[in-house]
């Protein structure tokens, strides 16, 4: 059975950093792409970084890049989202999700990440 | 950045009917389109991929359709658990864009 299980998550202060883990299982997770979706409280989905099995090629939305670093380390089946210079607009709930062709095809439960001060 | 426009916002019909959601993209998109479902307090599940195709343990009552810029998630014969959010997701260039969201709610 597919499973990622987010986690990571939690309450920090503008301008902090936070480092979100996704810990993957049920498939060979370093032949699949995968992605972190975001979504704000009451709001839609977001796409926010994606980043190629093999870690070659990685991509962000305007609205984090240069804030956010993807990672991911296949030997131990784990996707990361080092978050920094964190904003009041960056409190959502980060679900990492894998990628099938141009979709995504599972999720993860969530985390939730609340930046106030 | 292809922009994917979900209307309704909000669809109010009863159980038993059919519903027609539609998603508009800014330009044409190349690579298909997909559909997920969210419910409250859940991740989304992927409903439809490549236009047409259900994802594993779709009813068939679900089913999609469209091409270029215009598509449709049908959902024939609403059963109360289809009363959720509906997005439509595309990907250009190895970005990602998700529609607002339709939501369906009971009439």
């Known amino acids: 059975e597919v499973q990622l299980v987010e986690s990571g998550g939690g309450l920090v202060r503008p301008g902090e950093s936070l480092r979100l883990s996704c810990a993957a299982s049920?498939?060979?997770?370093?032949?699949?792409?995968i992605n972190w979706v975001r979504q704000a409280p009451g709001k839609g989905l977001e796409w926010v970084s994606s980043?190629?099995?093999?870690?070659?090629?990685?991509y962000y939305a305007d609205s984090v890049k240069g804030r956010f670093t993807i990672s991911r380390d296949n030997a131990k089946n784990s996707l990361f989202l080092q978050m920094s210079s964190l904003r009041a607009e960056d409190t959502a709930v980060y679900y990492c999700?894998?990628?099938?062709?141009?979709?995504?095809?599972?999720w993860g439960q969530g985390t939730l990440v609340t930046v106030s001060s | 950045e292809i922009v994917l426009t979900q209307s309704p916002a909000t669809l109010s019909l009863s159980p038993g009917e059919r519903a027609t959601l539609s998603c508009r993209a800014s330009?044409?998109?190349?690579?298909?389109l997909a559909w997920y479902q969210q419910k409250p307090g859940q991740a989304p599940r992927l409903l439809i991929y490549?236009?047409?195709n259900r994802a594993t343990g779709i009813p068939a009552r679900f089913s999609g359709s469209g091409s270029g810029t215009d598509f449709t998630l049908t959902i024939r014969s609403l059963e109360p658990e289809d009363f959720v959010v509906y997005y439509c997701q595309q990907r250009s260039f190895s970005l990602y864009t998700f529609g607002q969201g339709t939501k369906l709610e009971i009439k």
């Open positions: 999700a894998r990628v099938s062709s141009n979709y995504f095809d599972y």
């Open positions: 490549e236009t047409f």
């Open positions: 330009q044409s998109v190349s690579s298909d």
């Open positions: 980043i190629s099995s093999s870690s070659s090629s990685i």
């Open positions: 049920g498939f060979t997770f370093s032949t699949y792409s």
